[in-house]
């Protein structure tokens, strides 16, 4: 069964565009309710063969294991801290203050990899920004839990990206971590 593109219209023109018309015009190939429209790098660059077995499908789905691995990690981190009540500091929490959040923005950023349509292109920086706000929200509940140690955590240890070439002295927890 097939279905009909549904329009989309440019609300910068006076007069309406359909974004799946161009994309039907430019790729007459593609029809964007099927299966196949989620692979777009296949169509755009041209690929043959079965895109599940592409390069960029497989560096998509290491990409999306690696934000997983690094979730389970953080939260098996999280978890035993907040039963022993004392602030999480070691593992990935080592390296970045939001390493679970790190690791869902690297999740989406695969699926955004593996299956680039309008929508993952839209929801992408929506849910990015969520996760940073929420990552936000949670610090002023864990500085006002911790207090200085958690400023002390934050001083050297950076919120997303971890740095790069240096490291901090001592894999332990910070003094007065609870």
């Not at 290491?62 to 801290?81: C, D, E, K, P, Q």
């Not at 919120?159 to 002295?169: D, F, K, N």
């Amino acid at each position: 069964m097939r279905f009909a593109a549904i329009p989309l219209v440019a609300a910068t023109t006076s007069s309406p565009r359909r974004l799946s018309g161009w994309l039907q015009t430019r790729y007459p190939g593609i029809d964007l309710m099927s299966h196949n429209a989620g692979h777009l790098w296949s169509t755009i660059f041209g690929l043959e063969g079965n895109p599940h077995f592409g390069v960029i499908h497989i560096l998509s789905t290491v990409v999306i294991i690696t934000g997983f691995l690094l979730l389970g990690a953080a939260w098996r981190v999280l978890h035993a801290a907040h039963t022993e009540g004392r602030l999480a500091t070691t593992g990935p929490y080592r390296h970045v203050r939001h390493p679970q959040y790190v690791g869902f923005i690297v999740i989406l950023f695969g699926f955004l990899l593996q299956w680039p349509t309008l929508l993952t292109l839209l929801m992408f920086p929506l849910l990015v920004a969520m996760y940073v706000r929420l990552a936000r929200t949670e610090e002023v509940e864990v500085r006002r839990e911790f207090g200085p140690a958690y400023d002390s955590y934050a001083a050297v240890t950076p919120a997303w990206l971890p740095r790069l070439g240096t490291s901090r002295s001592s894999g332990r927890p910070l003094a007065n971590g609870r």
